[in-house]
Each structure stands twice: as C-alpha cells, then as structure tokens.
C-alpha cells in the first residue's frame, strides 16, 4: 500500500520561506511515479501547484508559483521524498498542502494516492 506523509507547514510572514516535504512509501518502487503538491485554500477548490514526473524529473508549476516554488526528489529503495521549496510566500499561497502520487504520470485529471496535508498560513 502506498501512503504519503507530509511535514514542514506552519506559520512564516509575508516574503518568508518554507521546505515542505513528502515521505512517498509502498512494498514496491516508486521510481516511476508521478508526486505532485496541490493545496486547498478555506472556501476555494484544490489546485495543482507542482508536480515531478517519474525518474526523468520533469517538473511541472502553477503559473501563481513560477519562479518562486522548486520541487525537487530524492528516490531511496521504495521510497520517494519529494520537497517544495516555498519563498517569497504570500498570504494568498495560505492553504492545506496536499502531495500525491500517480503511476500515469503528471498530466492527469486526478491522482488516486494521498497525504493528509499540511497547513501553511502566510500572514503579518
């Protein structure tokens, strides 16, 4: 069973940085799936915000994260760690941060693996 534990949310100002991370294990390899970060905002639907394909590590950003958020992942034996690395952060980047997996790859309508999130609240 695959199961996703994400860490690093928590309180930072206007500007400040974050490194959120996400622990991706299974009884089986990973190399070949997709993890990607999406966030959901009190009252807002859930977004995608970033998302790294399988072992050839193309990365995919939200347009509202571009130049600001870097994912990034390190594969271990049946373990995946997936970072993203938050600056600049701005109130409106407050929300739920969620990250998943999917074997079909970034580019899906829906991932079918989940964490149970982690909250950042950006505010003065």
């Known amino acids: 069973q695959l199961q996703l534990v994400e860490s690093g949310g928590g309180f930072v100002q206007p500007g400040g940085s974050l490194r959120l991370s996400c622990a991706a294990s299974?009884?089986?390899?990973?190399?070949?799936?997709?993890i990607g970060w999406f966030r959901q905002a009190p009252g807002k639907e859930r977004e995608g915000v970033s998302c790294?394909?399988?072992?050839?590590?193309?990365?995919?950003?939200a347009d509202s994260v571009k130049g600001r958020f870097t994912i990034s992942r390190d594969n271990a034996k049946n373990t995946v760690y997936v970072y993203l690395q938050m600056n600049s952060l701005k109130p409106e980047d407050t929300a739920v941060y969620y990250c998943a997996a999917e074997r079909a790859g970034c580019l899906v309508p829906t991932f079918r693996s989940w964490g149970q999130g982690t909250q950042v609240t950006v505010s003065s």
């Open positions: 299974a009884g089986f390899s990973l190399d070949y799936y997709a």
């Open positions: 790294i394909s399988r072992s050839d590590g193309i990365t995919y950003y």
